[in-house]
């Protein structure tokens, strides 16, 4: 256990790195640290520095096992499986297979075309955003690992349950009906050499830090904002524990931002050392990741009104119990 | 020789495209290179990660894309 808390403090934490990022304020910029342009400047520093690195040696180490899962592969796996166990399957599946905004209608049109059932691919459908790999680890990063396992657990829970409402509510007719004239056909897997895998996730990290380095820098600067500049009066009268309307209202401003989890991160801490609620930080970000709007404006082509409003609420109502589940019982994570 | 690049548009498909152009001024070929964006047909091909590459209708790549030094391997 020594080692790995050691582990835990000087690579996920980086202690010495806020310690440096002090000592450069003060003796570089010539502020005190404790004041209030010294401190955020301290946080941008560290913060800023910490999330690239880990981001760049995480999405490394996940895109070469993502490499394994391509959603041509889930889809054929997923095939053999009904019911709950498909379901169940569908989003721990979700997790390791890499997806992005811009290939959820050829996902959606595949997984349906080759007649794998409403349930089953709205399960994935909810757990590929909500629990990436990424930002479990990031989370434990940030929070610690207890937060880390149980938001995890939570979001499959999530997926899982989610998926079987919406199996079981018939809204077959309720997918455009071109989706299932789709070909289902099994592309013949492209073998990959070792050399492959590699050369593919050093791509996707840079992919991955061309398209989110904004929102971390963005993410970062309103944590450092929310950290020393906005009253904690404010903070805690909109968002705070004991208002029952904070778990809605950060569900709400989360749903039509469109950002990273890993441009989240940084100001869920902040609010987070505010005194915001758990539940009510962890709904936030499970509303931005879930709740974007471009990938539910190209959901929106492929399914009618009715399953639309069907998946929106069920992921909104899944978020309040969460957010409000993770308030009441925080003190066990904490 | 014909090649087909299989996308809805994004960026990587375009990417991809270029690649292809290049790999084929290095091997001095000559080919016709499609683009196939309609998502169904995209499908047809039972591609769903895109950026996709297809060369004489069999599928060589797809979630990625490759650079020139790799298409000459799987062209030539």
Not at chain 1, 50 to 62: Q, R, T
Not at chain 1, 74 to 100: D, E, H, M, Q, W
Not at chain 1, 209 to 231: F, M
Not at chain 1, 303 to 318: A, C, D, E, Q, Y
């Amino acid at each position: 256990m020594a080692v790995f808390s050691w582990f835990n403090e000087v690579f996920l934490k980086m202690t010495w790195l806020n310690n440096f990022m002090g000592g450069i304020v003060e003796n570089v910029f010539q502020l005190d640290s404790t004041s209030r342009i010294g401190a955020s400047l301290q946080f941008f520093l560290y913060d800023t520095l910490k999330i690239f690195f880990l981001l760049s040696v995480l999405i490394f180490g996940i895109s070469y096992i993502q490499s394994y899962f391509p959603p041509e592969r889930t889809k054929k796996i997923l095939g053999r499986y009904k019911g709950i166990n498909a379901s169940i399957l569908s989003a721990l599946l979700g997790t390791v297979t890499p997806f992005c905004s811009c290939s959820s209608i050829p996902l959606f049109i595949g997984f349906t075309g080759a007649g794998l059932p409403l349930g089953t691919t709205f399960s994935f459908l909810i757990s590929s955003p909500l629990v990436d790999l990424a930002s479990v680890i990031l989370l434990a990063s940030i929070f610690n690992w207890s937060i880390a396992l149980a938001y995890v657990l939570v979001g499959l829970v999530l997926a899982v349950l989610g998926g079987g409402v919406i199996g079981r509510a018939g809204m077959e007719n309720q997918v455009e009906s071109f989706v299932y004239g789709a070909s289902s056909i099994d592309v013949e897997e492209v073998k990959l050499s070792p050399k492959d895998r590699y050369n593919y996730s050093v791509e996707q990290v840079k992919e991955v830090i061309q398209k989110v380095w904004l929102y971390v820098l963005l993410g970062v600067g309103i944590g450092a904002l929310i950290h020393n500049w906005i009253p904690q009066e404010l903070i805690t009268a909109l968002l705070g524990q004991d208002k029952w309307y904070s778990v809605p209202l950060a569900t709400l401003i989360g749903a039509p931002i469109y950002a990273d989890i890993f441009g989240t991160l940084p100001i869920a801490e902040a609010l987070l050392a505010k005194g915001v609620g758990l539940g009510t930080v962890l709904a936030f970000m499970m509303s931005v990741t879930v709740l974007s709007l471009p990938s539910l404006i190209m959901l929106k082509k492929v399914i009618k009104p009715r399953l639309m409003s069907l998946f929106v609420g069920i992921v909104v109502i899944g978020i309040f119990i969460i957010g409000f589940g993770f308030n009441e019982f925080s003190s066990v994570f904490i | 020789m014909e090649i087909k690049v299989l996308g809805p548009g994004c960026a990587n498909c375009v990417r991809l495209e270029k690649n292809v152009e290049e790999a084929l001024k290095n091997l001095g070929m000559k080919a016709t290179v499609s683009k196939v964006t309609d998502p169904m047909d995209i499908i047809s091909f039972g591609v769903m990660s895109t950026p996709g590459l297809v060369v004489d209708n069999k599928v060589v790549s797809y979630g990625r894309v490759l650079t020139p030094a790799e298409i000459e391997e799987k062209i030539n």
